[in-house]
């Protein structure tokens, strides 16, 4: 992953567990992330979205606003800001719910949480440079790096 990228990206963290708000601060701080902004709330996170920022982690069960209030307010505001669902919820409906939303992804919390955030930023940093490819330009090796990126192959090479 290139550091020099995500140094200057913006993340917001909402989660209303100070404890694993810190704990997700530090993983994104060992990633060489330098702009993290961090809400124990939905609102908060609402009043500071016009700094639009790239990445917002968010948390699917909290108390004011759930995830998926959160999460439709932002697409709202603009489509354009990735916003990852990170959960402990294990069932399948509000996972499929936020996609459905706009999420970009939905992480669940656990042990392998750091690998599947890697993997994330990874695909939004690969996403962010293909957009700013002139259109014109983006032919086959622009939907085959797309086909990677979302598991899927062209038929046609």
Known sequence: MTVEILK?????????DLFYQRILEQ????????HIEIFTNGIDCLYKIHQNPDVVFLDYNMDSFT??????????FNPDIY???????????P????????????????????IKIKEVLHRIIEIKSLLKIPRKNRGRSF??????LFGFESKQE
Not at 8 to 16: R, S
Not at 143 to 148: F, S, V
Request: aromatic residues 8%.
């Open 8 to 16: 200057n990206m913006t993340f917001f963290i909402v989660d209303d």
């Open 27 to 34: 993983q994104l701080k060992n990633m060489g992330i330098q």
């Open 67 to 76: 995830g998926s209030d959160v999460l439709d307010k932002i697409k709202r």
């Open 83 to 93: 916003v990852v669902i990170i959960s402990g919820q294990t069932d399948i409906q």
């Open 95 to 114: 996972v499929a719910d936020t996609l459905k939303l706009g999420a970009f992804d939905y992480i669940q919390k656990g042990k392998f949480e750091v």
């Open 143 to 148: 939907k085959k790096t797309l086909g990677k």
